[in-house]
Every structure is written in C-alpha cells, then in structure tokens.
C-alpha cells in the first residue's frame, strides 16, 4: 500500500459512486452518502487487488481504513461543505484562469491533508508485506497500464483525439448538464488545443510506479521503524507532486495553466441555467457531507 493509493482514495469514492448511479442502485437513496457509506469496504477490495493481503494484513488494513474514514467524516466532511457552499456562490458568476487554478489548489491541498493522514496506517502495513506480495503489485501495475495504453495511447491520432473529447464533454456535462452544440464545439477545440501528452504522462507514471516498487522493497521485511517508513514515503509523495524530473516538471506546470483557461473558458461559455444547475449540485453534495459528518459511522 504506497501512497500512491492513498492518493486515490477520493477518486475511487467518485468512480465508486458513479458506478452506482449508473448501475441504477440508488432508488430514493442519496449517491453520496450511499457510496461514502460502502466506501471502506470497497477501497479495501481495491488496495487488495494490488497486494492480496493475508489474514493478519487484511484485519490490520480493515480496522486502519475504519479509523481514517471515522477521521475523514468528523474532520473532513465538515470542511468540504463549506468549500461546496462556496462553490454555489461564485459558479453563478464569470471567472478566470486565475481563480480556477486557486481552486484546483483548494481541492488538491484536501487531497493532501487527508494523505497525510492515512501515512502512519500506511507505513504499518507496508513495512509486512512480502516478496510474493511485492510481485503481485508488479504484475499490477502491469496489468493497470495496458488499461491506460488502451484508453489514452490509441495508434490512430483522430480516435485518441475523439476519446478525449468524449472524456472531457462527459465531466462537463456531469456538473453543467447537456451541452449545446456551440457549447460542445468549443470543448472540441480545448481539447484539441490542450499541450496534453499522454505519451509523456505514462512515461512518468511507469516511472513513479518503479519507484514505488523500489520504496517497497526498502521498507518491507526490513524492520524499518514507522516514523523511517512514514518519513520515506512522505518524501515520495513530495516527489509524484513535483516530478524530480525537469522536463516533465515543465510540461506539468505548462498543462496546469491550460486546464485553468479551459476551465474558465468552458464556464464563461455556460448559460445561466447551467451555471444553475452546477450549483444545485453543489448544494445536493454540501448536504449530503453535512449529513454525513452529523451521522453515526
């Protein structure tokens, strides 16, 4: 388990909820709240696919993830409400690349907060796993990475090119609703625009992937002490935030102030309806993180 899981986390919880809203499972129950519920066993399952605990681990990771959900929903929660009241207010108006960016800072310092909460559970576990074990997240990473070349690395340029667009319409229209066509033309443009490099992009993950391997095998079996093992991977999480390498470090900055002006840009594109309706969404999951953080684990 590196952090590199541990940094999944929330993602998987909205991959996780929208597999349920699309699966039809939530009649008359909230998507959030339900997802959130399921949430600790359904990341287990995940973090088990990559390292096939053994009993002892597996006991070990069930109670870890009950006591940083229990820490996330009283601590947390609360928070992202207010950031979700927030949103309400200021996506009814125009914006800026400058204040899209503060936001996608906003959420990614959460991101890291809760990291960094999960890492003294994490180095607990790491620290036991075996070599069998090791071997078995190789093969992965392997396995998640002929995923990635079939969804990002298409041999024909016109079909990668219209994949994306489908990706980014899909995560528009999750917040905004239905896109018009102008609207949607537009998307089309951005994303054709965008310095996005999916080659580059999987060329640094295999890379941290290595290193993660390579952490692991250093920390695990070697009776390392926790604090050596949470202080290791805290240096590797600094690292999969800002790449040691310069190039790619330049191509990561370069990308982020687009995704600033695409976001800006597609928001200053949207009707007052839409701009509507992303803020009932927001209200939707304010209260449903309200309601969470207010109720019994």
Not at 87 to 96: N, P, S
Not at 152 to 169: G, H, M, Y
Request: net charge positive; hydrophobic share 45%.
């Amino acid at each position: 388990m590196t952090l590199l899981f541990l940094r999944n986390v929330v993602t998987r919880l909205r991959i996780i909820v929208a597999l349920l809203l699309a699966a039809g499972l939530l009649a008359g129950c909230s998507a959030v709240r339900f997802g959130y519920n399921q949430a600790p066993e359904l990341v287990f399952w995940w973090l088990d696919g990559y390292a096939e605990f053994d009993d002892v681990q597996a006991r070990q990771v069930r109670s870890r993830l009950g006591e940083w959900f229990t820490w996330h929903r009283r601590t947390q929660l609360p928070d992202y409400a207010e950031l979700l009241a927030r949103a309400q207010v200021e996506v009814l108006a125009e914006t800026t690349p400058d204040r899209a960016c503060r936001w996608f800072a906003d959420v990614r310092q959460r991101g890291e907060v809760a990291a960094e909460q999960a890492l003294p559970y994490a180095a607990e576990v790491i620290t036991t796993l075996k070599p069998a074990q090791i071997q078995h997240i190789e093969r992965r990473y392997a396995r998640v990475n002929e995923e990635f070349r079939s969804d990002f690395l298409d041999k024909e340029p016109a079909r990668r090119l219209e994949r994306s667009v489908e990706r980014a319409t899909e995560r528009i229209e999750f917040l905004y609703g239905t896109l018009d066509e102008r609207q949607r033309a537009l998307v089309a443009r951005l994303v054709a625009s965008s310095p996005f490099d999916a080659e580059a992009w999987f060329g640094e993950r295999v890379q941290r992937q290595q290193e993660a391997l390579q952490m692991i095998r250093r920390l695990a079996g070697t009776g390392v002490d926790r604090d050596t093992a949470v202080a290791t991977m805290r240096a590797y999480g600094e690292r999969m935030t800002r790449s040691p390498r310069e190039g790619y470090r330049r191509y990561q900055e370069k990308l982020e102030a687009y995704n600033c002006a695409f976001a800006a840009t597609l928001h200053n594109a949207t009707t007052p309806a839409q701009r509507l309706a992303a803020a009932s969404r927001f209200k939707g999951w304010e209260a449903d993180f309200r309601a969470l953080a207010a109720s019994p684990d």
